[in-house]
């Protein structure tokens, strides 16, 4: 079940690096911002990552909890989030359910060859659960700011 604007999440249960085991209700009472990228250490990526890092302390003063999403493997996401010193946690979707959940998975053009791939993608959920705004297909510029307003606007509203 993909989740809806101003819904509440269907249960989701994956495994992110340092042990945390992520439902969104373990994290219940905290905004979640869920964002979703291609590939550990590749340009974008890194750079997508970077710009989360560097406002990490502002996403935590406005009460939201971040977490990276793509299909690389655990040792890929430990080595990715030492390298860049990231102080949040990456989940590891191998099996690909949150990219099938979350619709992020599109076929893609690389090199003159259909792959499947992840569309770089943001989801806010309140601290409720509820899914409050999403991203789709976006450039990695000022969208780390964009998510950022839309968090504290959330916390702001609640």
């Not at 085991?21 to 009472?29: I, P, Q």
Request: proline share 4%.
């Amino acid at each position: 079940m993909t989740p809806a604007l101003n819904k509440p999440l269907p249960e989701i249960e994956a495994q992110a690096t340092g042990g945390v085991k992520f439902t969104h209700t373990a994290f219940k009472g905290h905004a979640i911002v869920l964002y979703f990228y291609p590939k550990d250490n590749t340009p974008g990526c890194t750079t997508e990552a970077m710009q989360f890092r560097d406002q990490h302390k502002e996403f935590e003063k406005a009460g939201a909890v971040v977490f990276g999403v793509s299909r690389d493997n655990m040792a890929s996401h430990d080595k990715f989030k030492q390298n860049l010193e990231l102080p949040f946690e990456l989940i590891a979707d191998t099996e690909e359910k949150l990219c099938h959940m979350f619709g992020v998975v599109k076929n893609k053009i690389m090199y003159g060859k259909k792959v499947k791939g992840i569309e770089r993608s943001t989801f806010l959920i309140d601290a409720g659960g509820v899914l409050r705004a999403e991203w789709r297909g976006i450039k990695v510029a000022g969208h780390v700011d964009e998510v950022l307003k839309a968090v504290k606007d959330l916390k702001k509203a609640a």
